[in-house]
Protein backbone atom coordinates (compact mmCIF):
# COMPACT_ATOMS: atom_id res chain seq x y z
CA UNK A 1 0.00 0.00 0.00
CA UNK A 2 2.77 2.20 0.95
CA UNK A 3 4.38 1.61 -2.32
CA UNK A 4 1.20 2.68 -4.61
CA UNK A 5 1.15 5.65 -2.11
CA UNK A 6 4.53 6.90 -3.14
CA UNK A 7 4.18 5.45 -6.88
CA UNK A 8 1.21 7.91 -6.98
CA UNK A 9 2.85 10.96 -5.50
CA UNK A 10 5.68 10.41 -7.69
CA UNK A 11 2.70 10.84 -10.75
CA UNK A 12 1.38 13.69 -9.47
CA UNK A 13 4.74 15.00 -9.28
CA UNK A 14 5.21 14.66 -12.78
CA UNK A 15 2.22 15.90 -13.84
CA UNK A 16 2.37 19.03 -11.69
CA UNK A 17 6.03 19.29 -13.29
CA UNK A 18 4.49 18.99 -16.83
CA UNK A 19 1.41 21.14 -16.65
CA UNK A 20 3.30 23.91 -14.95
CA UNK A 21 5.76 24.08 -18.27
CA UNK A 22 2.72 24.10 -20.29
CA UNK A 23 1.05 26.47 -18.53
CA UNK A 24 3.68 28.59 -17.82
CA UNK A 25 5.40 28.99 -21.46
CA UNK A 26 2.96 29.69 -23.34
CA UNK A 27 2.03 32.37 -21.30
CA UNK A 28 5.05 33.65 -21.22
CA UNK A 29 5.64 33.59 -24.94
CA UNK A 30 2.41 35.51 -25.19
CA UNK A 31 4.12 38.83 -23.41
CA UNK A 32 6.94 38.23 -25.53
CA UNK A 33 9.64 36.97 -22.71
CA UNK A 34 10.29 33.45 -25.30
CA UNK A 35 10.30 30.50 -22.86
CA UNK A 36 13.18 29.89 -21.72
CA UNK A 37 12.02 32.36 -19.21
CA UNK A 38 9.11 30.62 -18.85
CA UNK A 39 10.39 27.54 -17.83
CA UNK A 40 13.13 29.17 -15.36
CA UNK A 41 10.04 30.65 -13.31
CA UNK A 42 8.26 27.57 -13.82
CA UNK A 43 11.44 25.64 -11.73
CA UNK A 44 11.76 28.62 -9.39
CA UNK A 45 7.68 28.31 -8.63
CA UNK A 46 7.89 24.09 -7.99
CA UNK A 47 11.80 24.29 -6.49
CA UNK A 48 12.51 23.63 -2.62
CA UNK A 49 12.70 27.66 -2.43
CA UNK A 50 9.32 28.05 -3.89
CA UNK A 51 5.87 25.22 -2.95
CA UNK A 52 8.60 23.04 -2.41
CA UNK A 53 7.06 19.84 -4.39
CA UNK A 54 10.15 19.36 -5.45
CA UNK A 55 13.45 19.05 -2.87
CA UNK A 56 15.91 16.43 -5.03
CA UNK A 57 16.69 19.14 -8.29
CA UNK A 58 20.32 17.44 -8.75
CA UNK A 59 18.61 14.54 -9.85
CA UNK A 60 16.35 16.18 -11.99
CA UNK A 61 19.89 18.52 -13.84
CA UNK A 62 21.46 15.36 -14.05
CA UNK A 63 18.32 13.52 -16.36
CA UNK A 64 18.08 17.05 -17.59
CA UNK A 65 21.53 17.45 -19.08
CA UNK A 66 20.26 15.14 -21.77
CA UNK A 67 18.40 17.88 -23.34
CA UNK A 68 21.52 19.80 -23.79
CA UNK A 69 23.20 16.45 -25.49
CA UNK A 70 20.54 16.07 -27.66
CA UNK A 71 20.30 19.74 -28.67
CA UNK A 72 23.84 19.59 -29.48
CA UNK A 73 23.29 16.05 -31.68
CA UNK A 74 20.97 18.16 -33.47
CA UNK A 75 22.99 21.44 -34.05
CA UNK A 76 26.00 18.35 -35.32
CA UNK A 77 23.80 17.01 -37.62
CA UNK A 78 23.75 20.55 -39.66
CA UNK A 79 27.28 20.81 -39.34
CA UNK A 80 28.79 18.97 -42.63
CA UNK A 81 32.50 18.16 -42.14
CA UNK A 82 33.12 20.88 -44.97
CA UNK A 83 31.29 23.60 -43.23
CA UNK A 84 32.68 22.79 -39.86
CA UNK A 85 36.39 23.41 -41.16
CA UNK A 86 34.90 26.74 -43.04
CA UNK A 87 34.38 27.91 -39.34
CA UNK A 88 37.65 27.11 -38.16
CA UNK A 89 38.76 30.57 -38.32
CA UNK A 90 35.74 31.87 -35.97
CA UNK A 91 35.87 29.05 -33.56
CA UNK A 92 39.48 29.17 -32.63
CA UNK A 93 40.00 32.72 -33.77
CA UNK A 94 37.20 34.60 -32.41
CA UNK A 95 36.46 31.78 -29.80
CA UNK A 96 39.88 31.59 -28.36
CA UNK A 97 40.40 35.88 -28.08
CA UNK A 98 36.90 35.93 -26.53
CA UNK A 99 37.70 33.41 -24.13
CA UNK A 100 41.41 34.71 -23.05
CA UNK A 101 40.65 38.04 -22.70
CA UNK A 102 37.59 37.15 -20.61
CA UNK A 103 39.35 35.29 -18.54
CA UNK A 104 42.39 37.57 -17.83
CA UNK A 105 39.57 40.48 -17.03
CA UNK A 106 37.64 38.39 -14.65
CA UNK A 107 40.68 36.45 -12.82
CA UNK A 108 41.41 40.23 -11.56
CA UNK A 109 38.40 41.31 -10.71
CA UNK A 110 38.78 38.11 -8.22
CA UNK A 111 42.19 39.42 -6.95
CA UNK A 112 40.88 42.51 -6.33
CA UNK A 113 38.10 41.00 -4.57
CA UNK A 114 40.99 39.56 -1.73
CA UNK A 115 40.32 35.74 -3.58
CA UNK A 116 43.77 33.75 -4.16
CA UNK A 117 44.19 33.16 -7.93
CA UNK A 118 43.68 29.53 -8.15
CA UNK A 119 39.96 30.48 -6.56
CA UNK A 120 39.39 33.44 -9.19
CA UNK A 121 40.77 31.75 -12.13
CA UNK A 122 38.46 28.62 -11.20
CA UNK A 123 35.35 30.87 -10.00
CA UNK A 124 35.47 33.06 -13.11
CA UNK A 125 35.77 30.61 -15.77
CA UNK A 126 32.21 29.04 -15.51
CA UNK A 127 31.04 32.67 -16.50
CA UNK A 128 33.85 32.75 -19.39
CA UNK A 129 31.26 29.81 -20.65
CA UNK A 130 28.27 31.24 -22.45
CA UNK A 131 24.79 28.77 -21.85
CA UNK A 132 24.93 26.55 -25.17
CA UNK A 133 21.15 25.62 -24.03
CA UNK A 134 19.78 29.54 -23.74
CA UNK A 135 21.50 30.69 -26.52
CA UNK A 136 20.62 27.68 -29.44
CA UNK A 137 17.21 28.41 -27.40
CA UNK A 138 17.01 31.76 -28.71
CA UNK A 139 18.62 31.45 -31.66
CA UNK A 140 16.25 28.28 -32.68
CA UNK A 141 13.13 30.83 -31.71
CA UNK A 142 14.41 33.53 -33.82
CA UNK A 143 15.66 31.62 -36.28
CA UNK A 144 18.81 32.79 -36.90
CA UNK A 145 20.98 29.37 -36.28
CA UNK A 146 21.70 28.86 -39.86
CA UNK A 147 22.16 32.80 -40.87
CA UNK A 148 25.81 34.21 -40.67
CA UNK A 149 25.34 36.05 -37.57
CA UNK A 150 23.91 33.13 -35.74
CA UNK A 151 26.83 30.39 -37.13
CA UNK A 152 29.73 33.18 -35.53
CA UNK A 153 27.51 32.86 -32.44
CA UNK A 154 27.44 28.48 -33.19
CA UNK A 155 31.42 28.78 -33.56
CA UNK A 156 32.20 30.68 -30.02
CA UNK A 157 30.04 27.96 -28.11
CA UNK A 158 31.23 25.29 -29.94
CA UNK A 159 35.22 26.65 -28.52
CA UNK A 160 33.56 27.92 -25.25
CA UNK A 161 32.06 23.69 -24.60
CA UNK A 162 35.89 22.52 -25.97
CA UNK A 163 36.53 24.48 -22.79
CA UNK A 164 35.20 22.45 -20.05
CA UNK A 165 38.10 19.85 -20.84
CA UNK A 166 40.83 21.44 -20.42
CA UNK A 167 39.76 23.67 -17.29
CA UNK A 168 38.34 20.09 -15.80
CA UNK A 169 42.09 19.19 -15.56
CA UNK A 170 43.20 22.55 -14.37
CA UNK A 171 41.03 22.07 -11.29
CA UNK A 172 41.97 18.61 -10.40
CA UNK A 173 45.43 20.24 -10.97
CA UNK A 174 45.25 22.73 -8.48
CA UNK A 175 43.26 20.51 -6.01
CA UNK A 176 45.45 20.42 -3.42
CA UNK A 177 47.07 16.93 -1.67
CA UNK A 178 45.52 14.69 0.01
CA UNK A 179 48.03 12.53 2.06
CA UNK A 180 45.30 10.38 3.45
CA UNK A 181 43.92 9.61 0.07
CA UNK A 182 44.49 6.39 -0.95
CA UNK A 183 42.91 6.02 -4.36
CA UNK A 184 46.09 8.21 -6.98
CA UNK A 185 44.38 10.28 -9.93
CA UNK A 186 46.25 9.08 -12.98
CA UNK A 187 48.86 11.39 -14.47
CA UNK A 188 47.68 13.94 -16.92
CA UNK A 189 49.14 12.04 -20.11
CA UNK A 190 47.01 9.10 -19.22
CA UNK A 191 44.12 11.02 -18.81
CA UNK A 192 44.76 12.92 -21.88
CA UNK A 193 45.20 9.79 -23.93
CA UNK A 194 41.72 8.37 -22.50
CA UNK A 195 40.37 11.59 -23.90
CA UNK A 196 41.91 10.87 -27.22
CA UNK A 197 40.89 7.40 -27.43
CA UNK A 198 37.51 7.81 -26.51
CA UNK A 199 37.27 10.58 -29.24
CA UNK A 200 39.07 8.08 -32.01
CA UNK A 201 36.69 4.87 -30.96
CA UNK A 202 33.84 7.48 -31.97
CA UNK A 203 35.33 8.96 -34.96
CA UNK A 204 35.87 5.64 -36.31
CA UNK A 205 32.47 4.26 -35.15
CA UNK A 206 30.92 7.48 -37.13
CA UNK A 207 32.97 6.78 -39.94
CA UNK A 208 32.43 3.33 -40.97
CA UNK A 209 29.87 1.43 -38.63
CA UNK A 210 26.92 4.18 -38.21
CA UNK A 211 25.58 4.72 -41.92
CA UNK A 212 25.88 0.76 -42.17
CA UNK A 213 24.07 -0.26 -39.15
CA UNK A 214 21.19 2.58 -40.40
CA UNK A 215 20.83 0.69 -43.69
CA UNK A 216 20.21 -2.48 -42.01
CA UNK A 217 17.82 -0.79 -39.55
CA UNK A 218 16.04 1.00 -42.01
CA UNK A 219 15.08 -2.41 -44.58
CA UNK A 220 13.03 -3.47 -40.99
CA UNK A 221 10.64 -0.88 -41.77
CA UNK A 222 10.23 -0.46 -38.05
CA UNK A 223 9.83 2.87 -37.15
CA UNK A 224 10.74 1.95 -33.57
CA UNK A 225 13.62 0.90 -34.19
CA UNK A 226 15.11 3.82 -36.09
CA UNK A 227 13.62 5.89 -33.15
CA UNK A 228 15.78 3.42 -30.43
CA UNK A 229 18.94 3.65 -32.43
CA UNK A 230 19.14 7.51 -33.03
CA UNK A 231 18.67 7.94 -29.27
CA UNK A 232 21.40 4.69 -28.67
CA UNK A 233 23.81 6.37 -30.85
CA UNK A 234 23.46 9.82 -28.83
CA UNK A 235 23.87 8.21 -25.52
CA UNK A 236 26.23 6.06 -26.49
CA UNK A 237 28.63 8.93 -27.54
CA UNK A 238 27.58 11.02 -24.84
CA UNK A 239 28.62 8.49 -22.09
CA UNK A 240 31.78 7.62 -24.23
CA UNK A 241 33.11 11.13 -24.38
CA UNK A 242 32.02 11.22 -20.57
CA UNK A 243 34.48 8.03 -20.16
CA UNK A 244 37.67 9.70 -21.74
CA UNK A 245 36.81 12.81 -19.48
CA UNK A 246 35.28 14.85 -22.13
CA UNK A 247 31.84 16.52 -21.98
CA UNK A 248 28.97 14.49 -23.24
CA UNK A 249 27.57 17.34 -25.13
CA UNK A 250 30.79 17.79 -26.71
CA UNK A 251 30.31 13.89 -27.85
CA UNK A 252 26.73 14.00 -28.99
CA UNK A 253 27.86 16.86 -31.38
CA UNK A 254 30.76 14.97 -32.85
CA UNK A 255 28.13 11.86 -33.06
CA UNK A 256 25.97 15.04 -35.25
CA UNK A 257 28.88 15.84 -37.56
CA UNK A 258 29.79 12.38 -38.49
CA UNK A 259 26.03 11.58 -39.37
CA UNK A 260 25.58 15.21 -40.91
CA UNK A 261 25.97 13.60 -44.80
CA UNK A 262 24.28 10.57 -44.37
CA UNK A 263 21.03 9.82 -45.61
CA UNK A 264 19.13 9.50 -42.52
CA UNK A 265 20.26 12.89 -41.08
CA UNK A 266 16.51 14.05 -41.53
CA UNK A 267 15.11 10.62 -40.09
CA UNK A 268 17.83 11.16 -37.11
CA UNK A 269 16.63 14.68 -36.71
CA UNK A 270 13.10 14.08 -36.58
CA UNK A 271 13.17 11.42 -33.94
CA UNK A 272 15.36 13.11 -31.89
CA UNK A 273 13.57 16.55 -31.80
CA UNK A 274 10.42 15.65 -29.51
CA UNK A 275 13.21 13.90 -27.03
CA UNK A 276 15.62 16.95 -27.18
CA UNK A 277 12.75 19.53 -27.07
CA UNK A 278 11.59 17.72 -23.81
CA UNK A 279 14.62 17.37 -22.18
CA UNK A 280 15.93 20.93 -22.74
CA UNK A 281 12.70 22.34 -21.11
CA UNK A 282 13.61 20.04 -18.18
CA UNK A 283 16.80 21.66 -17.94
CA UNK A 284 15.79 25.08 -18.20
CA UNK A 285 13.37 23.79 -15.24
CA UNK A 286 15.84 22.65 -13.00
CA UNK A 287 18.03 25.35 -13.42
CA UNK A 288 14.85 27.33 -11.92
CA UNK A 289 14.62 25.22 -9.25
CA UNK A 290 18.27 25.04 -8.09
CA UNK A 291 18.43 28.94 -7.49
CA UNK A 292 18.72 29.07 -3.51
CA UNK A 293 16.55 32.08 -2.78
CA UNK A 294 17.70 31.53 1.06
CA UNK A 295 21.06 31.85 0.53
CA UNK A 296 20.34 34.89 -2.58
CA UNK A 297 18.54 36.77 0.68
CA UNK A 298 21.15 36.40 2.69
CA UNK A 299 23.93 37.66 0.01
CA UNK A 300 21.78 40.03 -1.74
CA UNK A 301 23.67 42.90 -2.90
CA UNK A 302 26.89 40.98 -2.89
CA UNK A 303 25.29 38.45 -5.85
CA UNK A 304 23.57 41.63 -7.52
CA UNK A 305 26.79 43.55 -7.67
CA UNK A 306 28.66 40.52 -9.04
CA UNK A 307 25.64 39.36 -11.50
CA UNK A 308 25.72 42.58 -12.38
CA UNK A 309 29.34 43.86 -12.69
CA UNK A 310 30.10 40.07 -14.86
CA UNK A 311 27.52 40.19 -16.90
CA UNK A 312 28.58 44.04 -17.73
CA UNK A 313 32.34 42.93 -17.76
CA UNK A 314 31.47 40.03 -20.51
CA UNK A 315 29.32 41.37 -22.34
CA UNK A 316 31.57 44.54 -23.31
CA UNK A 317 34.23 42.31 -24.28
CA UNK A 318 31.78 40.13 -26.18
CA UNK A 319 30.85 43.44 -27.80
CA UNK A 320 34.66 43.88 -28.06
CA UNK A 321 35.80 41.04 -29.57
CA UNK A 322 32.74 40.96 -32.25
CA UNK A 323 33.75 45.02 -33.59
CA UNK A 324 37.36 43.52 -34.09
CA UNK A 325 36.13 40.76 -36.29
CA UNK A 326 34.34 43.15 -38.35
CA UNK A 327 30.65 43.39 -37.17
CA UNK A 328 28.62 45.39 -37.22
CA UNK A 329 27.07 47.31 -34.46
CA UNK A 330 24.01 45.71 -34.46
CA UNK A 331 24.96 42.10 -34.80
CA UNK A 332 27.58 43.15 -32.24
CA UNK A 333 25.11 44.02 -29.74
CA UNK A 334 22.94 41.57 -30.18
CA UNK A 335 25.89 38.98 -29.24
CA UNK A 336 27.00 40.55 -26.05
CA UNK A 337 23.24 40.89 -25.06
CA UNK A 338 23.03 36.33 -26.13
CA UNK A 339 26.37 35.44 -24.44
CA UNK A 340 26.34 37.74 -21.58
CA UNK A 341 25.56 34.95 -19.27
CA UNK A 342 27.20 32.42 -17.73
CA UNK A 343 26.78 28.62 -18.87
CA UNK A 344 25.16 25.52 -17.92
CA UNK A 345 28.77 23.44 -17.61
CA UNK A 346 29.47 25.72 -14.73
CA UNK A 347 27.79 23.95 -12.36
CA UNK A 348 30.11 21.16 -13.55
CA UNK A 349 33.01 23.12 -13.22
CA UNK A 350 31.84 24.49 -9.70
CA UNK A 351 30.50 21.22 -8.54
CA UNK A 352 34.59 19.30 -9.10
CA UNK A 353 35.99 22.44 -7.88
CA UNK A 354 34.33 22.36 -4.44
CA UNK A 355 34.64 18.60 -4.37
CA UNK A 356 38.28 18.56 -4.88
CA UNK A 357 38.64 21.80 -2.71
CA UNK A 358 39.72 24.43 -5.07
CA UNK A 359 36.67 26.46 -3.66
CA UNK A 360 34.82 26.34 -0.67
CA UNK A 361 31.24 25.66 -0.29
CA UNK A 362 30.37 29.50 0.11
CA UNK A 363 31.90 30.27 -3.11
CA UNK A 364 30.20 27.55 -4.64
CA UNK A 365 26.76 28.36 -3.45
CA UNK A 366 27.18 31.93 -4.19
CA UNK A 367 29.08 31.38 -7.97
CA UNK A 368 25.95 29.14 -8.85
CA UNK A 369 23.09 31.92 -7.83
CA UNK A 370 25.18 34.23 -9.64
CA UNK A 371 25.50 32.25 -12.50
CA UNK A 372 21.76 30.71 -12.27
CA UNK A 373 20.33 35.02 -12.34
CA UNK A 374 22.33 35.34 -15.22
CA UNK A 375 20.99 32.72 -17.09
CA UNK A 376 17.46 34.47 -16.27
CA UNK A 377 18.25 37.97 -16.65
CA UNK A 378 19.35 37.10 -20.04
CA UNK A 379 15.96 36.52 -22.04
CA UNK A 380 14.43 39.91 -20.22
CA UNK A 381 17.51 42.05 -21.25
CA UNK A 382 17.14 40.80 -24.72
CA UNK A 383 13.52 41.62 -25.04
CA UNK A 384 13.92 45.18 -23.70
CA UNK A 385 16.73 45.70 -25.73
CA UNK A 386 14.11 44.52 -28.75
CA UNK A 387 11.63 46.45 -27.82
CA UNK A 388 12.63 49.81 -26.70
CA UNK A 389 16.27 50.20 -27.79
CA UNK A 390 16.79 48.36 -31.08
CA UNK A 391 14.86 50.46 -33.11
CA UNK A 392 16.11 53.43 -32.29
CA UNK A 393 19.31 52.33 -32.76
CA UNK A 394 19.60 50.51 -36.39
CA UNK A 395 23.00 50.25 -37.75
CA UNK A 396 23.16 52.34 -40.77
CA UNK A 397 27.09 51.78 -41.62
CA UNK A 398 27.23 51.93 -45.25
CA UNK A 399 23.48 51.95 -46.16
CA UNK A 400 22.50 55.01 -48.22
CA UNK A 401 18.84 56.36 -46.62
CA UNK A 402 16.23 57.41 -49.42
CA UNK A 403 15.41 60.46 -48.14
CA UNK A 404 18.99 61.60 -48.30
CA UNK A 405 19.68 61.19 -52.41
CA UNK A 406 16.51 62.70 -54.45
CA UNK A 407 17.65 61.90 -57.62
CA UNK A 408 16.99 58.17 -56.88
CA UNK A 409 13.13 57.86 -58.43
CA UNK A 410 13.14 55.54 -60.68
CA UNK A 411 9.71 55.19 -62.61
CA UNK A 412 9.40 51.56 -61.03
CA UNK A 413 9.49 51.33 -57.22
CA UNK A 414 10.05 47.96 -55.00
CA UNK A 415 9.20 48.28 -51.63
CA UNK A 416 10.96 44.95 -49.90
CA UNK A 417 13.48 43.18 -51.25
CA UNK A 418 13.56 39.91 -49.85
CA UNK A 419 13.14 36.91 -51.49
CA UNK A 420 10.16 37.47 -53.39
CA UNK A 421 11.24 41.22 -54.37
CA UNK A 422 14.74 39.71 -55.38
CA UNK A 423 12.67 37.25 -57.90
CA UNK A 424 10.12 39.72 -59.01
CA UNK A 425 13.01 42.47 -59.82
CA UNK A 426 14.75 40.87 -62.01
CA UNK A 427 11.55 41.43 -64.77
CA UNK A 428 11.68 45.46 -65.23
CA UNK A 429 15.12 45.04 -64.98
CA UNK A 430 15.86 42.85 -67.20
CA UNK A 431 12.57 45.08 -69.50
CA UNK A 432 15.74 47.83 -69.07
CA UNK A 433 13.01 50.28 -66.37
CA UNK A 434 14.78 52.20 -64.61
CA UNK A 435 14.29 50.78 -60.88
CA UNK A 436 14.22 52.41 -57.41
CA UNK A 437 14.29 49.60 -54.32
CA UNK A 438 14.10 50.48 -50.64
CA UNK A 439 14.19 47.91 -47.80
CA UNK A 440 14.26 48.22 -43.92
CA UNK A 441 17.05 45.61 -43.39
CA UNK A 442 20.10 46.62 -43.29
CA UNK A 443 21.61 43.29 -43.68
CA UNK A 444 19.80 42.75 -46.91
CA UNK A 445 21.14 46.09 -48.24
CA UNK A 446 24.40 45.24 -47.73
CA UNK A 447 24.06 41.77 -48.74
CA UNK A 448 22.49 43.60 -52.03
CA UNK A 449 25.37 45.98 -52.43
CA UNK A 450 28.14 42.67 -52.71
CA UNK A 451 26.19 41.68 -55.42
CA UNK A 452 25.93 45.18 -57.14
CA UNK A 453 22.87 45.75 -56.84
CA UNK A 454 22.05 49.42 -55.06
CA UNK A 455 19.24 49.16 -52.76
CA UNK A 456 17.94 52.26 -50.65
CA UNK A 457 17.68 52.26 -46.48
CA UNK A 458 13.40 53.34 -46.27
CA UNK A 459 10.64 52.56 -44.72
CA UNK A 460 7.79 52.06 -46.85
CA UNK A 461 4.92 52.45 -44.52
CA UNK A 462 6.04 56.26 -44.15
CA UNK A 463 4.13 58.83 -46.12
CA UNK A 464 7.76 60.92 -46.71
CA UNK A 465 9.62 57.94 -47.21
CA UNK A 466 7.23 57.21 -50.12
CA UNK A 467 7.56 60.28 -51.33
CA UNK A 468 11.13 60.32 -51.29
CA UNK A 469 10.90 57.25 -53.23
CA UNK A 470 8.65 58.76 -55.89
CA UNK A 471 6.02 56.44 -55.20
CA UNK A 472 3.84 59.28 -56.13
CA UNK A 473 5.03 59.88 -59.08
CA UNK A 474 6.32 56.55 -60.28
CA UNK A 475 4.27 54.13 -62.99
CA UNK A 476 4.37 51.29 -61.24
CA UNK A 477 4.87 50.08 -57.58
CA UNK A 478 6.02 46.53 -56.76
CA UNK A 479 4.57 46.10 -53.39
CA UNK A 480 6.64 42.78 -52.14
CA UNK A 481 6.22 42.94 -48.23
CA UNK A 482 5.34 40.14 -46.18
CA UNK A 483 3.82 42.21 -44.09
CA UNK A 484 -0.18 41.97 -45.26
CA UNK A 485 -1.32 45.30 -42.73
CA UNK A 486 1.54 47.54 -43.93
CA UNK A 487 1.09 46.31 -47.70
CA UNK A 488 -2.50 47.36 -47.97
CA UNK A 489 -1.72 50.39 -45.74
CA UNK A 490 1.00 51.46 -48.25
CA UNK A 491 -1.36 50.56 -51.10
CA UNK A 492 -4.10 52.90 -49.79
CA UNK A 493 -1.45 55.65 -49.24
CA UNK A 494 -0.66 55.09 -52.92
CA UNK A 495 -3.93 55.22 -54.41
CA UNK A 496 -4.96 58.46 -52.43
CA UNK A 497 -2.22 60.52 -53.24
CA UNK A 498 -1.62 59.26 -57.03
CA UNK A 499 -4.74 57.31 -58.12
CA UNK A 500 -3.04 56.79 -61.65
CA UNK A 501 0.19 55.14 -60.22
CA UNK A 502 -0.55 51.06 -60.91
CA UNK A 503 0.37 48.51 -57.93
CA UNK A 504 1.86 45.34 -58.03
CA UNK A 505 1.32 44.22 -54.51
CA UNK A 506 2.54 40.74 -52.87
CA UNK A 507 -0.72 39.31 -51.61
CA UNK A 508 -0.37 36.48 -48.48
CA UNK A 509 -3.41 34.65 -48.59
CA UNK A 510 -7.42 35.04 -50.29
CA UNK A 511 -8.34 36.98 -46.99
CA UNK A 512 -5.42 39.71 -47.72
CA UNK A 513 -6.39 39.65 -51.57
CA UNK A 514 -9.80 40.82 -50.88
CA UNK A 515 -8.60 43.67 -48.54
CA UNK A 516 -6.79 44.51 -51.24
CA UNK A 517 -9.36 44.59 -53.95
CA UNK A 518 -11.32 47.33 -51.18
CA UNK A 519 -7.96 49.30 -51.28
CA UNK A 520 -7.89 49.35 -55.18
CA UNK A 521 -4.94 47.72 -55.80
CA UNK A 522 -4.22 47.41 -59.63
CA UNK A 523 -2.93 43.65 -59.71
CA UNK A 524 -1.73 41.17 -56.77
CA UNK A 525 -0.03 37.87 -56.86
CA UNK A 526 -1.06 35.21 -54.10
CA UNK A 527 2.56 34.46 -53.12
CA UNK A 528 1.09 30.01 -53.07
CA UNK A 529 -1.26 30.59 -55.52
CA UNK A 530 0.58 30.44 -58.92
CA UNK A 531 3.22 27.50 -57.07
CA UNK A 532 0.44 25.56 -56.29
CA UNK A 533 -1.29 25.67 -59.44
CA UNK A 534 2.12 25.10 -61.51
CA UNK A 535 2.49 22.04 -58.93
CA UNK A 536 -0.95 20.76 -59.90
CA UNK A 537 0.19 20.86 -63.34
CA UNK A 538 3.55 18.78 -62.68
CA UNK A 539 1.14 16.16 -60.89
CA UNK A 540 -0.90 15.62 -64.15
CA UNK A 541 2.49 15.59 -66.49
CA UNK A 542 2.72 12.80 -63.77
CA UNK A 543 -0.32 10.84 -64.60
CA UNK A 544 0.47 11.05 -68.56
CA UNK A 545 -1.15 14.15 -69.29
CA UNK A 546 0.56 15.98 -72.41
CA UNK A 547 1.19 19.78 -71.94
CA UNK A 548 -1.88 20.93 -73.89
CA UNK A 549 -4.38 19.46 -70.90
CA UNK A 550 -1.88 20.72 -68.32
CA UNK A 551 -2.03 24.26 -69.59
CA UNK A 552 -6.24 23.61 -70.26
CA UNK A 553 -6.68 22.67 -66.70
CA UNK A 554 -4.65 25.31 -65.11
CA UNK A 555 -6.32 28.23 -67.16
CA UNK A 556 -9.70 26.49 -65.88
CA UNK A 557 -8.05 26.81 -62.11
CA UNK A 558 -7.19 30.33 -62.31
CA UNK A 559 -10.45 31.03 -64.17
CA UNK A 560 -12.31 29.63 -61.27
CA UNK A 561 -10.35 32.08 -58.86
CA UNK A 562 -10.95 35.54 -60.67
CA UNK A 563 -14.97 33.88 -60.67
CA UNK A 564 -14.94 33.77 -56.98
CA UNK A 565 -13.09 37.15 -56.08
CA UNK A 566 -15.00 38.76 -59.52
CA UNK A 567 -18.59 37.40 -57.06
CA UNK A 568 -16.67 38.32 -53.61
CA UNK A 569 -16.91 34.88 -52.52
CA UNK A 570 -16.36 35.14 -48.10
CA UNK A 571 -15.66 31.75 -48.05
CA UNK A 572 -11.90 30.06 -47.92
CA UNK A 573 -10.49 28.46 -50.33
CA UNK A 574 -12.62 25.26 -50.12
CA UNK A 575 -14.69 27.15 -52.21
CA UNK A 576 -12.60 27.30 -55.15
CA UNK A 577 -12.32 23.56 -54.89
CA UNK A 578 -16.18 23.01 -54.44
CA UNK A 579 -16.24 25.47 -58.10
CA UNK A 580 -13.57 23.27 -59.73
CA UNK A 581 -15.30 20.52 -58.58
CA UNK A 582 -19.30 21.22 -60.30
CA UNK A 583 -16.90 22.29 -63.49
CA UNK A 584 -15.33 18.84 -64.05
CA UNK A 585 -18.84 17.05 -62.94
CA UNK A 586 -20.73 19.54 -65.49
CA UNK A 587 -18.07 18.26 -68.23
CA UNK A 588 -19.06 14.26 -67.46
Request: charged share 15%.
Given at each position: ???????????????????T?????????????G??????????????F??????????????A????V?????????????????????????????????A????????L????????????????L?S?????????????????R???????????????V?????????????????????????????????????V?A????????????????????????????????????????????????T??????????????????????????????????????????????????????????????????????????????????????????????????????????????????????I???????F???????I???????????????????????????????G??????????????????????????A?????????????????????????A???M????????????V??????????????????????F??????????VR???E???????????????D??????????????????????????E????????K??????
Amino acid sequence: MAEETQSAHSLLNVVVLIGTAVLAVPLFKKLGLGSVLGYLAAGLVLGPFGLKLFQDTQSIMHLAELGVVMFLFVIGLEMKPAHLWGLRKQIFGMGSMQALILASILTLLGLLYGLPWQTAFVAISGFVLSSTAIVMQILGERHELATPRGQKVVSILLFEDLLIVPLLAIVAFLAPVDPNAVVQKPPVWQQLGTALLSLGILVAAGLWLLNPLFRILAKSKAREVMTGAALFVVLGAALLMEWGGISMAMGAFTAGVLLSESSFRHQLETDIEPFRGLLLGLFFLGVGMSLNLEMVAENLWMILLGVLSLMTIKSSVVYLVARLSKSNKTDAIDRALLMSQGGEFAFVLYAAAASQGVIDSTLHANMTAIVVISMALTPIFILIYQKFIRKKTVDLDGVDHILDDENSRGNVLIIGFGRMGQIASQVPLAYGATVTIIDNNPDTIRSAQKHGLKVYYGDGSREDVLYAAGAYHADCVMICLDDSAVATQIVRSIKHHSPTTKTVVRASDHHHAFELIEAEADFFVRETFEAAVDMGGKTLKALGADEEDVEKYNAQIRNTDKQKYALETKGDEFSACEMALKNAEGKR
